[in-house]
Antibody, heavy 119, light 108 residues
Framework: QVRLVQSGAEVKKPGASVKVSCKAS????????IHWVRQAPGQGLEWMGW????????TSVESFQGRVTLTTDTSITTATMAMSGLRSDDTAVYYC????????????WGQGTTVTVSS | SYVLTQPPAVSVAPGKTATITCGGN??????VHWYQQKPGQAPILVIF???DRPSGIPERFSGSNSGNPATLTISRVEAGDEADYYC???????????FGGGTKLTVL
């Protein structure tokens, strides 16, 4: 059974950092890209970036560059999204999802991780 | 940056057909994917590469991308189809994924 299981909810203060993990199982981890997508309360889906576990290459939205780091550990089939300099408008549900190539649809998604940024 | 435009809301009576549009510049040259998201749940892929259905998605769901806009059609709509629907493409020029703003489907 193909699954992406994400780490639990986080509450952080402004300026802090957060790491969200995404554990893959049931498929060859290096054969699929991992994407990160976030959804602020009551808002739509916002793509953040992708990572190729086979090569380690990443692409991210320019507005996140410098604050977001996408990494992978193939030995434990886990992808991680780290975000620094958290602001209140980073409060959102963060999802990971996989695709066979960048232009393909995301056919499996994690359950989502709620990150709340509040003083 | 590439922009996808969806109507904020569509309403349909049970048993009727719902059509959700997704507009974008030269969208016919791109592959469009569609997702369904119910409250409190992660999105699920319902149409990929314009018109293909993943296994487990009912045949009532179909897609087309023969021009602008691309469309998601849900035939014989059921109460359980009530959800937010998002279109998505890959913008090869920027190597970025782009989502539409989403359409809330209400079953009357």
């Amino acid at each position: 059974q193909v699954r992406l299981v994400q780490s639990g909810a986080e509450v952080k203060k402004p300026g802090a950092s957060v790491k969200v993990s995404c554990k893959a199982s049931g498929y060859s981890f290096t054969d699929y890209y991992i994407h990160w997508v976030r959804q602020a309360p009551g808002q739509g889906l916002e793509w953040m970036g992708w990572l190729n576990p086979k090569s380690g290459d990443t692409t991210s939205v320019e507005s996140f560059q410098g604050r977001v780091t996408l990494t992978t550990d193939t030995s434990i089939t886990t992808a991680t999204m780290a975000m620094s300099g958290l602001r209140s408008d980073d409060t959102a549900v963060y999802y990971c999802g996989r695709s066979i190539r960048p232009g393909a649809g995301l056919d499996v998604w994690g359950q989502g991780t709620t990150v709340t940024v509040s003083s | 940056s590439y922009v996808l435009t969806q109507p904020p809301a569509v309403s349909v009576a049970p048993g009727k057909t719902a059509t959700i549009t997704c507009g974008g510049n030269d969208i016919g040259s791109k592959s469009v994917h569609w997702y369904q998201q119910k409250p409190g749940q992660a999105p699920i892929l319902v149409i990929f590469y314009d018109s293909d259905r993943p296994s487990g998605i009912p045949e009532r769901f179909s897609g087309s991308n023969s021009g602008n806009p691309a469309t998601l059609t849900i035939s014989r709509v059921e109460a359980g189809d009530e959800a937010d629907y998002y279109c998505q493409v890959w913008d090869s020029s920027s190597d970025h994924l782009v989502f539409g703003g989403g359409t809330k489907l209400t079953v009357l």
